[in-house]
Nanobody, 122 residues
């Protein structure tokens, strides 16, 4: 089994910064893409940022220039640096990873973290 554990959420004032972390552990052979999603009350879950195993990134239009996704493959960890936070960034943030758990197959499974609350308010 694979577990994803997020940390770093909290309450921050508009214009402030937070750094989210997500560490994967368990029966991991390799991890392909890692992603951050968020879900605000009454809204659908949306993709915020993604990073490939090689480091290629893409972002939702609403966070370009403010958020940065990064990863340390040796630690099976992905980060989301969030700057210039706005009240509309308030949501539960979820980590997602495509994990290969068997050596003799390229099949991956999706795993999710439990979510971490980010609240941007004065």
């Amino acid at each position: 089994q694979v577990q994803l554990v997020e940390s770093g959420g909290g309450l921050v004032q508009p214009g402030g910064s937070l750094r989210l972390s997500c560490a994967a552990s368990g029966s991991i052979v390799s991890i392909n893409a890692m992603r951050w999603y968020r879900q605000a009350p009454g809204k659908q879950r949306e993709l915020v940022a993604a990073i490939s195993s090689g480091g290629s990134t893409n972002y939702a239009d609403s966070v370009i220039g403010r958020f940065t996704i990064s990863r340390v493959n040796a630690k099976n960890t992905v980060y989301l640096q969030m700057n210039s936070l706005k009240p509309e960034d308030t949501a539960v943030y979820y980590c997602n990873a495509e994990v290969r758990t068997r050596v003799f197959t390229r099949t991956t499974n999706d795993y999710w973290g439990q979510g971490t609350q980010v609240t941007v308010s004065s």
